[in-house]
């Protein structure tokens, strides 16, 4: 008799507990707001981003967007597409929660180096005219993508172009800035500004505690930044200072009576100038 195989039981497979999903970022909305916001009243900020993530072509030692990986300009999700942004504004826009002063192309990411950045702008720009709208467009940008010709006549058709200029030393802006993606000198970052019709510059200080020279709030260069504005000629410039915040270990704001007393050094420039500590 052919003797029957028993089949053994399979062992039962031990099951580990599974690990605790990692926790994901909060995902940043494409659309913030109406937000009141210290400079430009009340807003809707576009990110333009990859979200969460930003998407950045600088890396400045106090970005406020941590969740950002290392390499930022590195694209890990698509960014949205300029028709997505056209039409959740236009919903906003049509029964705001309240009234809207400003829509600002910024947020947690490098607006230019947006794919369809030019084509979003006429597209606002349209918008406005067919809602009537009463709101300015501003873009807030480190200007790196300021040698493209279509990404500057976008930029020239803005109503408020901020740019950003914090550091008067090539060392301190390669050091501070960290413009990674595309490494400019300051020299090009300053020659690209100036090709623009109308830049407003907008200039954030901070005193570094642990390292003196990693910080922009000094003698040096202060009077730096006053010769690039007198170079620049800007219609308005904007001086903020870092929010106290957990975040930045070794970097601290500057007080306001000492951002005012460097407001008054502008402004002797003829320069219209703006304090938002
Ligand atoms: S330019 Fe703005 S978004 Fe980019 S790293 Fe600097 S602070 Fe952050």
């Known amino acids: 008799m052919k003797k029957k195989s028993i089949q053994k039981p399979a062992p ?29 009243g009340s807003a809707l900020i576009v990110h333009l ?7 950045c072509t600088w890396n400045c030692i106090y970005c406020q967007w941590k969740n ?3 390499s930022t300009h590195e694209r890990r999700q698509p960014v949205p597409d300029k028709d997505e942004i056209l039409a959740q504004l236009a919903d906003l826009l049509a ?7 400003a829509i600002v192309l910024g947020g947690s990411s490098e607006p230019t180096v947006h794919p369809q950045f030019a084509e979003l702008v006429e597209g606002l720009l349209q918008l406005r005219k067919k809602l009537g ?28 172009m901020w740019v950003k200029v914090d550091c008067a030393t090539n060392e301190l802006f390669r050091k501070a800035n960290l413009p990674a993606a595309r490494p ?34 000094s003698p040096e260069n202060l009077l730096g930044l006053l010769n690039i504005y007198e170079r620049l000629k800007p219609a308005c410039v904007h001086l903020t200072t870092l929010r106290p915040s957990s975040m930045f270990s070794k970097l601290r704001p500057i007080h306001y009576e000492n951002l005012e007393a460097f407001a008054q050094r502008v402004s002797d420039l003829g320069i219209d100038v703006e304090v938002f500590p």
């Open 49 to 55: 981003g990859t979200r969460p993530d930003k998407h």
């Open 95 to 101: 029964k705001p929660r309240k009234p809207v002063d």
């Open 133 to 160: 709208g009463k709101w300015l467009l501003h873009c807030i940008s480190n200007g790196s993508a300021l040698d493209r010709e279509k990404v500057r006549r976008a930029c020239d058709s803005i109503d408020r």
């Open 184 to 217: 400019i000198s300051l020299e090009k970052h300053l020659n690209q500004i100036e090709k623009l019709k109308s830049p407003l510059i907008q200039t954030t200080f901070w005193r570094n505690a642990k390292d003196s020279e990693l910080q922009n709030w």
């Open 68 to 70: 950002a990986p290392k």
């Open 12 to 40: 039962a497979r031990k099951t580990r507990p599974a690990r605790a999903a990692k926790a994901e970022a909060p995902a940043t909305p494409l659309i913030a707001g109406p937000l009141h916001t210290r400079r430009l």
